[in-house]
């Protein structure tokens, strides 16, 4: 079964620090890999996805995410947080063959302080 | 472009009463559809999904149904609502074209609050 793990709640970072927000996924297959993100009583927004080819890839406001295979990792990173950045992240995954299905983890909270 | 429409934003419905929460895609052919529950402002539940006009996959058996009488419009209901279908609805969707590699695209949701 497909099954995707945020191992943090909650991520507090000060302003112009890098973040990094983690993911672990479990697939059968190759996957299809997703990060997005969520501003209060707004629906979720597409930031990146990692499909094939480089192991980083780069995203919406400066997001990156880097692919680890032997790890099963898919960890959101940005060089410096910008308070603007504080929002609700999800980390999601799709399997290639006849996947209609995206599975999303349970989020993880950013929060930058000034 | 593509615009995705979900309505109503919220709502406030008795125990026992109907549900219609209605959701249409603008400016694209054939996309999946889906219907996600949001609780506690946290993860998301796939409820529903659709390929196509008329079929629906259901994830979890519980008090909701769901509908697709149109290419691009999806609806989700209920003939009477519990205190646990309180929550977050977001309805997506995602081109379907080559290795369908597409991420999804949200509507603003509807809060849904059952008293």
């Known amino acids: 079964a497909q099954s995707v793990a945020q191992p943090e709640d909650q991520v507090n970072v000060a302003e112009g620090n890098p973040l990094t927000v983690k993911c672990t996924y479990s697939v059968s297959g190759n996957p299809y890999l997703f990060w997005y993100v969520q501003y209060p009583n707004r629906g979720l927004q597409f930031l990146l996805k990692?499909?094939?080819?480089?192991?980083l890839v780069k995203g919406s406001y400066g997001f990156e995410a880097e692919f680890n295979k032997s790890q099963t990792s898919f960890h959101l990173k940005k060089p410096s947080a910008l308070v603007s950045d504080s929002a609700l992240y999800f980390c999601a995954v799709r399997v290639r063959t006849g996947g209609f299905k995206t599975i999303f983890g349970a989020g993880t909270r950013l929060f930058v302080k000034a | 472009s593509q615009t995705i429409h979900q309505w109503p934003a919220t709502l406030v419905q008795p125990v026992g009463s109907p549900l219609s929460l209605e959701c249409t895609v603008e400016?694209?052919?054939?996309?999946?559809l889906y219907w996600y529950r949001q609780a506690a402002g946290r993860g998301l539940q796939l409820l529903f999904y659709?390929?196509?006009?008329?079929?629906i996959s259901s994830e979890v058996p519980q008090n909701l149904s769901a509908s697709r009488p149109q290419d691009r419009q999806f609806i989700l209901s209920s003939k009477k609502l519990l205190l646990s279908d309180s929550g977050f609805y977001l309805c997506a969707w995602r081109a379907v074209q080559g290795e369908n590699t597409g991420e999804l695209f949200f509507g603003e949701g509807s809060r849904l609050t059952v008293l």
């Open positions: 659709s390929v196509g006009i008329g079929q």
């Open positions: 400016g694209t052919s054939n996309p999946n």
């Open positions: 990692y499909i094939t080819g480089d192991n």
